[in-house]
């Protein structure tokens, strides 16, 4: 009698209906990103009459945006003093394009320990791989990084010597964490080639100040409304949950997948940067903090501060800086397999929740942690939606269980069939938490069920995003 009921042709009628229309909506987000990224694209031509001026490849790859966002500003800089100019991630950079040009600069992030940023694969893999005739070229090159990884700036410099082995005429600067004179030095070189391709006429000031065109989002002050301990008695370091709220006015305006950069009192020169955890519709900008303790037992500068040092209705500027290589993008219609371990739930809850107000249910979260006692983070909420059908699937690892022990990477192996047939069916990946560990791990588990091609793939393809440190 139930099943007679369920499949009258009125219902099953309505129920089709319900689904063409959430299958539209979603589609029609990831079209609107897919028009907006045209746009982009197209920006950076020629200024308006003068099409015969001289013309420069500006080539970046980001991880986390900030090379996007230095290009992006080193192009238009450009293009306002008269130049034509051609910005282009490095992975859309082919051999027949790059020898048009007599003039490139490179902004080029370096990720976790001397890798190429996620979607640079198909340029080191191609284009790296060969070795173009560029003798008649000249080159600036931009090299990002953190002198706290053993190999600083590795992907730039790689770049650099590649370039100089291809016959280039090739200058680097080395950036260590976004450094200001770095910047002005880069500014400096950029200016004088400038002044060289417009025949040496005076132009800009050579040693014009960095902020000039090189500016970074406005940092906003925001006073930590309210912080609380998510996994008291855990094994692992206490993880906390901070709320803020703006100081004066509105709310900055992000994405899911955005970050925060911030600098604490004890260290006002070094910004660390944290993923969002939730998006301007919930009211407030949150965070997930770990409280970190260094090898040699004192605790991290900024996390103790964070989650200790200050105190609830202190202020704190914090810079919302755009993340455009985990913001889901030409994802946002597709469905989404999130994998995540401990703080790194904070750009996976972003994501989440960003769907759940759009009305797209088509998630399924792994995620990792210690133990279901201590750490069942963020529980009730995501059992809620699970309920309530805006996650598809919820399958938690825990690695400190009394009787079955897992890491999210052993889950992802154990539910194999499931992970293809949704990769099968368009879902993209994404990947937040620590690199060594659970990232590489993860990483490994894709390889082994999808095999190296099909990650690769969707890597260059942006179906496979990460945000791992």
Not at 142 to 165: K, M, N, S, T
Not at 338 to 350: E, F, Q, W
């Amino acid at each position: 009698m139930t099943v007679e009921w369920i499949l009258t042709p009125d219902r099953l009628s309505a129920a089709m209906g319900l689904l063409a229309a959430y299958t539209g909506m979603c589609w029609g987000i990831g079209a609107k990103v897919r028009k907006q990224r045209l746009a982009d694209e197209a920006q950076g031509s020629a200024p308006e009459g003068k099409t015969d001026a001289p013309a420069v490849l500006v080539v970046y790859s980001s991880q986390t945006g900030q090379a996007e966002a230095l290009a992006r500003a080193t192009a238009a800089m450009l293009t306002e003093r008269g130049l034509q100019v051609r910005l282009l991630a490095a992975q859309k950079l082919g051999a027949e394009l790059l020898a048009r040009y007599s003039q490139s600069l490179w902004l080029l992030s370096t990720t976790g320990e001397g890798d190429a940023p996620d979607q640079a694969l198909g340029f080191v893999q191609g284009l790296m791989a060969s070795q173009p005739d560029l003798q008649n070229h000249q080159s600036l090159v931009l090299a990002l990084g953190d002198r706290e990884y053993q190999q600083f700036c590795a992907f730039g410099l790689q770049v650099h010597e590649w370039l100089q082995a291809c016959g280039a005429r090739s200058q680097v600067v080395c950036v260590d964490n976004m450094d200001s004179q770095s910047l002005q030095d880069w500014q400096g070189l950029v200016t004088q080639m400038h002044q060289s391709l417009q025949g040496g006429k005076a132009g800009a000031p050579v040693s014009a100040p960095a902020q000039d065109w090189l500016q970074t989002p406005a940092a906003v002050p925001m006073v930590l409304s309210q912080r609380k301990l998510l996994n008291p008695g855990s094994q692992g370091g206490p993880l906390y949950w901070l709320e803020w709220k703006p100081q004066f006015g509105a709310l900055p305006q992000w994405q899911s997948g955005d970050l925060v950069s911030l600098c604490v009192p004890a260290d006002p020169e070094r910004a660390r940067d944290y993923s969002i955890a939730s998006t301007p519709a919930d009211g407030s900008l949150q965070l997930l903090v770990r409280q970190s303790t260094r090898e040699d037992g004192s605790p991290g500068l900024a996390s103790d501060w964070l989650c200790r040092g200050m105190a609830v209705g202190d202020v704190l500027p914090l810079t919302v800086r755009e993340h455009a290589g985990f913001r889901l993008g030409e994802n946002a219609g597709r469905p989404l397999i999130l994998v995540g371990n401990g703080s790194g739930l904070a750009g996976l809850l972003s994501h989440i929740r960003a769907r759940v107000q759009q009305g797209c249910g088509d998630q399924w979260l792994l995620f990792g942690e210690r133990s279901p006692q201590h750490d069942a983070l963020y529980g009730e909420q995501l059992q809620t939606w699970l309920v309530q059908g805006h996650l598809a699937r919820l399958d938690r690892a825990w690695s400190r269980h009394a009787t079955q022990s897992l890491y999210v990477q052993q889950l992802l192996n154990r539910e194999a069939e499931e992970v293809v047939r949704w990769v099968e069916r368009g879902a993209a990946i994404y990947v937040c938490g620590s690199l060594q560990g659970m990232g590489q791990g993860v990483h490994l588990a894709l390889q082994a069920i999808l095999g190296e091609a099909q990650v690769d793939a969707m890597l260059a393809s942006g179906r496979y995003r990460r945000d791992v440190y």
